[in-house]
Structures are given as structure tokens and as C-alpha cells.
């Protein structure tokens, strides 16, 4: 049934659609003709007015002509030169088709206008050839009356034909605005038999659509309420089920919530005994690296400084045999390249710059040594003098960076790696990229020695865990990885 009131609808909205535009257009058409056709009489009408004017004008031009002829001084107190021209201008501008008034008005002429034209044409030029002669003041009289014997003789004529021009503008004029009229009549039966065929074949189906679907809803509506009574029933039996179902329900779902809940708290509580657990060995693991740095420092550092001193002494007594000395100043060379691998060895246990300076200058101290070391150009970005961090915030900083330093190093095969450093009275951020080859987790799998690099990033991430930071690892192949740690300074 739905398909079918569809089908309905939009063939009836698709006539609808047809018919109303065809209104429109029959209307729009009308309106255009009748605004045209207006326009044109408009102008027909001015062209009537200028064309009696040109009687007229001739009239008035042989007035004159007799006058002056005569030697009778006239009244009038136009300029014959004046009248003269606009008369033939105006008569040029008859016959080209143009009249050039405040604006151009088109000429509309018919075949007889054109005939009639031709006809009066010699007749106004005679005319116009002696209103010349007789305004050249240089003539004698008698060119005068001999020029104005041709006026009179032709003035009759050009009068006849010009009223008969006058006419026949006035009667096309008249016969446009009758044409004007049949086409608005025929728009109009347009528009009232488009009417007729919209009511019989739109709203006649849309009615007696109407009436059916108002049948069948009403015969449904009896349908429904017949099953709604029987529903009735069958929902108060429903409803002491529900309540029953309801009632069970509650208690299943306070069960299911307790169980979460003790769920939830025990999760936090593993959590939270794994995290001071791991606080506690990594805590455990850096006392015992500043304990084991100090006693390389002050213990075996301080003995091998000792015997670089005593073999200088020695180096310094005569020897006579050079292979002696030779191999005594290697050994001399051999002491001072274990005190500087255990002053080395000492800092990377516990670097002493990071509690006599700071982060900053000690990842600037890291980038330079690993460069030395390494040969690969490691650029630290950040500041030197920013605001002290907990002690355990640097140390563990200060790892996360060594071993993603570490890993770039030895595995990614880098030309450049930058550390990056920022940090404000809110949020730390603290970034080591390399545009080394990248790898993906199967990747990583599939390495030798994956099991240190997988150890590596879990330590990495328990350290920023345990600072309540996040630690982000993007990495692509062929495109670099970037380990990022972002730690909020304020709670």
C-alpha cells in the first residue's frame, strides 16, 4: 500500500508541477507580449505625433516662404533655417527607419509605408529645393516667386500623401494593438484549458484517492480498535508479569553492580600495589646505580688516579732501554683510558650534572657525548635555565631519554636524532626523534635481542606511568620514530 501511495503522489505532485509551470509560462508569455506590444505603441504613437507634426511643419515653412517672398515681414519668430532642417531631418529619419528624438524610436514601416514614400518623395524634395532657394538671401525676387510658384504647386500634394502616411502609421498602429489582443485571448483560453485539464485529471484522482484511503483508515481504525481491546486484556496479565520481572531484575542488577564495583576496586588495588611495586625497584635499581657510581668514582677511580700518578713519577726517572719506555708510556696511556671509561661508566650510572644543573644541561651533556661516540649529529632543542624538577622526575626523565637515545642509536640506522625539550609551569614535553628506518610492532618481534628493545619500551612507559604521564610511540618504516612523553605539572 505504501508503494503504491508513492507512486501516486509522485505522479500527481510530477502533474502538478507540469501544469503550474505551464501556467506560469502562458502568464509570464502574456505579460511579456502585452509589455512589449505597449512599449511599441508607445512609440507608435509618438511617431504618429511627428509625422502630423511634418504637415505642419511644411504649412508653416510656406507661410514664410510667401512672406518672405512677398517682403511682408512676419509675426513668426521661429528661425526658417531651423524649421527647415528639422523638417528634412525629420523626414530623412521617416523614411530610414530611425527617429533620433530624446531617444531612438524604431520606425516600424510597412511595404505600403515604403510605397508611399517613394510616391511623396519627389514632391518633398521640390518643396525642399525651393524653401532653399527662396531662404538664400543672395537671390533676387524674382527667384524668389519663381521658387515659391514650385512650393505652392507641390504643397498640396505632399499634404494629400502625407496625411494618408499619417493614417496608415495610425491604422498598423492600431491593427498591432488588435493583434495584441487575439494573442492575449488565445493566452487566456491557454491558461483556462490547462485549468480544466488540471481539475480533471489531478484533482478529480486526488479526490477520489482521498475518499479511499479515508475508507480503508476507517475500516482499519475499527480493525485496530477491536485488537486494541483484546491487547487491553492481554496487557494487565502483562503488566503483574513485568512488575514481577522488575522486581527480579533490580535485584540482578544490584548484584552485577557490587560484583563491578568489587571487580573495579580490586583492578585498582593490583594497579596500584604494581605501581609501588615497580616505583620501588626502579627506585631500588637508581640508588643502586648512584651507590655503585659513587664507588667507581671514589673507590676504583681514586686507585687508578693514584697509579697514573705513581707511573708519571716513574716515566719521569731515566730509562735506558727505548723499548722500555715505549712500553711504559702505552701503560701510562692505558691508565688514562680506564680512569676516562670509568668516569664515563660513573656518570652514565648517575650523571652529576643532573643534580648540580638540571635536565637541560644534562641532555645537552648526553646529545654531545652520544655524538662523540656515535658520530651521528644529535641536536638537543630546549631550555638551560628552566625551573628545577623533583629529583625523581629528572632521574626518570633523564632515562626515558638515554634509552630512546640508546635504541635510536643502535638500531635506526639515523643520520640526524633530536631531542626536544618543553616545559612551563604546566605541561612538560619531552621528545627523541630520529629519521632513522623506522620499524613496526612484527617488526620489532622478528629483531635479535627483541626481547632488551620490547624490555626497553615497557620500562620507558612505566617510568612516564609512574610520573603520571603519557608516553606515545609513532613510527613508521622508512619514516622515522619519534617517542614522545607528555607529563602534566599541575594536578
Known sequence: MT?????????????????????????LGGLWFIKRTLSNHYD?????????????????????????AEGIEATDTASFDS??????????????????????????????????????????????????????????????????????????????QMNDIVFQFDTESVERVRTLERIEWLLT??????????????????????????????????????????????????????????????????????????????YQLIRAEDRVRSAALLEGQEEERRRFARELHDGIGQMLTGIKLHAEKLKSSSMDDDKQRQRFAELCDLIADIIQTTRQVSYNLMPSTLSDFGLGPTLQLLAEQTTRSSGIDIVFNGPHDAARLSPTMEISLYRIAQEALHNAVKYANAQTIRIHLQQDRHKLVLSVQDDGKGFTPKAVRSMENSSLIVNGLENMRTRAQLLDGTLTIRSKPKKGTTVEVIINLIN
Open 83 to 160: 524649421l527647415l532642417r528639422d523638417w528634412h531631418q525629420t523626414h530623412n529619419q521617416l523614411r530610414g527607419g530611425k527617429l533620433q528624438m530624446e531617444k531612438e524610436y524604431a520606425v516600424r514601416k510597412s511595404a505600403t509605408l515604403d510605397s508611399m514614400f517613394d510616391h511623396i518623395e519627389p514632391y518633398f524634395q521640390a518643396m525642399y529645393q525651393g524653401f532653399n532657394r527662396i531662404n538664400a538671401s543672395q537671390s533676387p525676387p524674382a527667384e524668389h516667386k519663381k521658387a515659391l510658384q514650385v512650393v505652392l504647386q507641390n504643397e498640396l500634394s505632399f499634404l494629400q
Open 3 to 27: 508503494q503504491l501511495d508513492q507512486q501516486v503522489a509522485s505522479r500527481l505532485t510530477r502533474f502538478y508541477v507540469i501544469a503550474l509551470m505551464v501556467i506560469a509560462m502562458l502568464s
Open 189 to 266: 483560453a491557454c491558461t483556462l484549458l490547462t485549468l480544466l485539464i488540471e481539475g480533471l485529471f489531478i484533482f478529480r484522482p486526488v479526490v477520489n484517492h482521498t475518499k479511499a484511503v479515508i475508507s480503508r483508515l476507517a475500516r482499519s481504525e475499527q480493525s485496530l480498535q477491536r485488537t486494541n481491546q483484546r491487547l487491553e486484556i492481554t496487557n494487565h496479565a502483562l503488566e503483574a508479569t513485568n512488575q514481577n520481572l522488575a522486581f527480579t531484575n533490580q535485584k540482578l542488577l544490584d548484584t552485577q553492580q557490587e560484583l563491578v564495583r568489587t571487580t573495579e576496586e580490586k
Open 44 to 68: 507608435d504613437g509618438r511617431i504618429v505625433n511627428v509625422a502630423g507634426r511634418q504637415r505642419m511643419l511644411s504649412q508653416r515653412l510656406t507661410k514664410l516662404a510667401i512672406l518672405r
